[in-house]
């Protein structure tokens, strides 16, 4: 898998979301949190989230009427919805589904009824939104289609996992508008580079949040990497407002050759395989360029694992 699968949890209880953290955590889910159903819709265009877990009692705007907006936005309407409620009336789950709710959790419920919802709507979805609703890029699922593309017919590629460092506290803290702003002025740089670089031939995509994508020619990967990472540096300051909840943004960066599946092998095992080697080793490459403070890239060897 690219990423881990991210679930938004919308709850203002927060003894529920202690509950429902630990339990998505322990089965390898990453997990985001709105208070309620006005910040889940942010959240859900700033992320783009596998699954919204969606609470029915909330403050200024209920899991019903967010579940209504989800369904009428062009962008958010196949993200797979669980409705949790007190409410546990005929009447009440009815509203719900009506709303947009694929499947719906009375509360108090067991955190292996939880789980399995989760996983059968996970299974039944498809794998991200095509493209972003902000930056307007591909998005997750056209990411990974790109990669199993590469994966199958090219021997000279590479991508570059990008992630802004910084990025969820600013989001967790600042407003919608603030968050969009920011993004905006990250994809454009990201867009920027992909044209001095590699404009014909490479792919840029939004994996939500603070992550992006590039797959380009493996000779100018580094260079566009070497570059975007500086140009960061130069211009993030200029982004962040006297009221930004940070003092400073910095990126780092993935680069990991990609190594095509074998020739004349074309089934899905194969192409399942070479993808999940590809996103162990963005992940470890990622997560070597974070563990040094401030913005750096890191290209892929055999020690990193």
């Not at 095509?260 to 080697?277: L, N, R, V």
């Given at each position: 898998m690219l990423l881990k699968k991210?679930?938004?949890?919308?709850?203002?209880?927060?003894?529920?979301?202690?509950?429902?953290?630990?339990?998505?955590?322990?089965?390898?889910?990453a997990r985001l949190r709105a208070e309620n159903g006005a910040r889940a819709l942010d959240f859900l265009r700033i992320y783009t989230p596998d699954m919204l877990v969606l609470d029915v009692m909330m403050p200024e705007m209920d899991g019903i009427e967010a579940?209504?907006?989800?369904?009428?936005?062009?962008?958010?309407?196949?993200?797979?919805?669980?409705?949790?409620?007190?409410?546990?009336g005929v009447e009440n789950k009815i509203d719900g589904l009506d709303?947009?709710?694929d499947a719906y959790l009375p509360k108090p419920f067991d955190l292996r009824e939880f789980k399995a919802q989760i996983n059968a709507l996970l299974r039944?979805?498809?794998?991200?939104?095509?493209?972003?609703?902000?930056?307007?890029?591909?998005?997750?699922?056209?990411?990974?289609?790109?990669?199993?593309?590469?994966?199958?017919?090219?021997?000279?590629?590479?991508?570059i996992h990008f992630d802004v460092r910084e990025f969820d506290e600013f989001a967790g803290d600042s407003d919608f508008d603030e968050t969009k702003t920011?993004?905006?002025?990250?994809?454009?740089?990201?867009?920027d580079k992909m044209r001095a670089h590699f404009q014909f031939t490479s792919f840029l995509g939004h994996l939500?949040?603070?992550?992006?994508?590039?797959?380009?020619?493996?000779?100018?990967?580094?260079?566009?990497?070497?570059?975007?990472?500086?140009?960061?540096?130069?211009?993030?300051?200029t982004w962040l407002g006297v009221s930004s909840p940070v003092e400073s943004l910095s990126l780092a960066a993935a680069v990991v050759p990609v190594e095509p599946i074998t020739s004349g092998d074309d089934s899905d095992e194969a192409?399942?395989?070479?993808?999940?080697?590809?996103?162990?080793?963005?992940?470890?490459t990622l997560q070597a360029a974070k563990r040094e403070a401030g913005?750096?890239?890191v290209v892929w060897t055999s020690e990193i694992g």
């Amino acid at each position: 898998m690219l990423l881990k699968k991210r679930i938004l949890l919308a709850e203002d209880d927060d003894a529920i979301v202690d509950l429902v953290t630990a339990a998505l955590e322990g089965a390898g889910f990453a997990r985001l949190r709105a208070e309620n159903g006005a910040r889940a819709l942010d959240f859900l265009r700033i992320y783009t989230p596998d699954m919204l877990v969606l609470d029915v009692m909330m403050p200024e705007m209920d899991g019903i009427e967010a579940a209504q907006h989800i369904r009428e936005d062009e962008l958010l309407a196949e993200i797979p919805i669980l409705m949790l409620t007190a409410l546990s009336g005929v009447e009440n789950k009815i509203d719900g589904l009506d709303a947009g709710a694929d499947a719906y959790l009375p509360k108090p419920f067991d955190l292996r009824e939880f789980k399995a919802q989760i996983n059968a709507l996970l299974r039944s979805s498809k794998k991200g939104p095509a493209r972003n609703p902000i930056t307007n890029l591909p998005g997750t699922r056209t990411a990974i289609e790109n990669m199993r593309q590469t994966l199958a017919k090219s021997d000279d590629a590479a991508v570059i996992h990008f992630d802004v460092r910084e990025f969820d506290e600013f989001a967790g803290d600042s407003d919608f508008d603030e968050t969009k702003t920011l993004l905006t002025h990250i994809a454009a740089l990201f867009q920027d580079k992909m044209r001095a670089h590699f404009q014909f031939t490479s792919f840029l995509g939004h994996l939500g949040g603070g992550q992006f994508l590039v797959i380009m020619p493996r000779e100018a990967a580094e260079a566009l990497a070497r570059d975007a990472v500086e140009t960061f540096d130069k211009t993030q300051a200029t982004w962040l407002g006297v009221s930004s909840p940070v003092e400073s943004l910095s990126l780092a960066a993935a680069v990991v050759p990609v190594e095509p599946i074998t020739s004349g092998d074309d089934s899905d095992e194969a192409a399942d395989s070479a993808t999940k080697t590809l996103a162990e080793r963005m992940h470890a490459t990622l997560q070597a360029a974070k563990r040094e403070a401030g913005s750096r890239y890191v290209v892929w060897t055999s020690e990193i694992g």
